[in-house]
């Protein structure tokens, strides 16, 4: 293999590389890069931006797709962090800063890992596709097979999996209802229709339809909170006409974003006595998107969510030979948060797993890092669990 130090140096790189979702430019082009470095068979990006390279197989196998993301959330206070988040510190056996284990670190291993077979080339090929915006909702992954310029038979994505194998996730959906009434001068509230006053009327219908959504025996329960309470007209002298409320909902497998809307849009309707004057609109929220290529689009704010069974022959494969090849015996269980993994499997149906190292509780935190023994050892075990997910699907 390729040694471990030099992936380790290309991950440092890259985390001295700000990548905000639609930022990516920068931190494409040094993958790109690298790519050619390492001399991938071919090498190229797509009209949203998304980096991929491929090593050819020897033979006309379905391919197996090593799968990370290129941008990074924000570092919120930079003078908070323990370590400078784009310092890329190694210190204390840790890799530390912005993008150490979601998702830079991986991404360079997964990187490393695929150029390992230009040298022992298998059946199939192997596509290293690291995409944009997926911490908004994933457009790089869904323009990426929906455009079908991969034709992948199996993913790995390289989200922190502390070494155990992933099956899945719930998806994410971005709710806004939003209670329209008249506005008016604060001064005269008897002209007005205050949204506001609906409000008792509408949460407690939320709270009965979030204690009564459905679980799943390995995902959890679905869930539904509130997370941003607006006003509109925001004048504090004004009485607004919209009070505007955003809804988290981690959705099981199988929600679509039209269901999803229709569904709680059907439970208000049923259960909230709206007065003349007032009205209650359920949506998708929408986010305006524009990726470093200049593509612009009103995106939805949806995430699918997955789940491969646990005796799926590409599972099965997996979790074994991470046995055989770390000396323990990963789990087999979901990520808790929403991956590219929901558009590859919950849309496509393309059998998904996740391995990597990393900790999930330090991603999007001040404190993010990745512990380099236990890299190393995923390092050394990837390139016989993506044989071993080769021989499952071919």
């Known amino acids: 293999m390729i040694p471990f130090e030099r992936a380790i140096t290309f991950a440092q790189d890259l985390i001295r590389i700000p990548s905000l979702p639609g930022q990516e430019g920068d931190l494409a082009a040094r993958v790109l890069d690298e790519f050619e470095k390492l001399g991938f068979d071919e090498v190229w990006s797509d009209d949203v931006g998304n980096c991929l390279a491929r090593v050819r197989g020897t033979a006309n196998a379905p391919a197996v797709m090593l799968s990370s993301h290129l941008d990074a959330v924000d570092v919120g206070d930079a003078a908070a962090w323990e370590y400078p988040p784009f310092a890329a510190t190694i210190d204390g056996g840790f890799l530390h800063g912005r993008g150490a284990m979601d998702i830079k670190g991986p991404l360079a291993l997964q990187t490393y890992v ?27 992954m869904e323009y990426l097979l929906q455009e079908r310029a991969v034709t992948p038979g199996a993913v790995i994505i390289g989200e922190a999996t502390n070494g155990d194998v992933c099956i899945g996730h719930r998806g994410r959906a971005e709710i806004v209802v939003e209670i329209q009434g008249v506005a008016a001068h604060a001064s005269a509230p008897e002209r007005a229709r205050n949204p506001i006053d609906l409000l008792p009327a509408v949460l407690p219908v939320l709270q ?61 309707a049923r259960q909230v006595t709206v007065p003349d004057g007032w009205r209650v609109e359920v949506r998708l929220s929408t986010e305006p998107q524009r990726t470093y290529t200049g ?74 890092r990745i512990d380099l023994a236990h890299a190393q050892l995923i390092y050394e075990s990837y390139p016989a669990v993506v044989q071993a997910v080769h021989r499952a699907i071919r």
């Open 295 to 368: 593509r612009e689009r009103d995106r939805w704010m949806f995430t699918p969510g997955f789940l491969i069974e646990r005796d799926h022959p590409v599972v099965r494969a997996a979790a074994v030979v991470v046995a055989a090849s770390t000396g323990r015996s990963p789990q087999v269980r979901p990520w808790t948060f929403a991956t590219d993994g929901g558009h590859a499997c919950g849309v496509h149906g393309i059998p998904c797993i996740g391995f990597a190292p990393g900790e999930e509780r330090y991603a999007h935190t001040n404190r993010e």
């Open 114 to 140: 695929a150029a390992t077979f230009l040298k022992q080339r298998l059946e199939c090929d192997v596509i290293v596709a690291h995409t944009v915006l997926e911490e908004s909702g994933g457009w790089g």
């Open 208 to 268: 009965r339809f979030a204690r009564e959504l459905a679980s799943d025996a390995i995902l959890g329960r679905s869930t539904i909170a509130p997370t941003a309470l607006e006003t509109l007209p925001r004048s504090r002298n004004v009485i607004p006409d919209r009070v505007r409320m955003v809804l988290d909902w981690r959705v099981l497998p199988g929600v679509t974003p039209d269901g999803a809307v229709e569904q709680l849009r059907a439970v208000i």
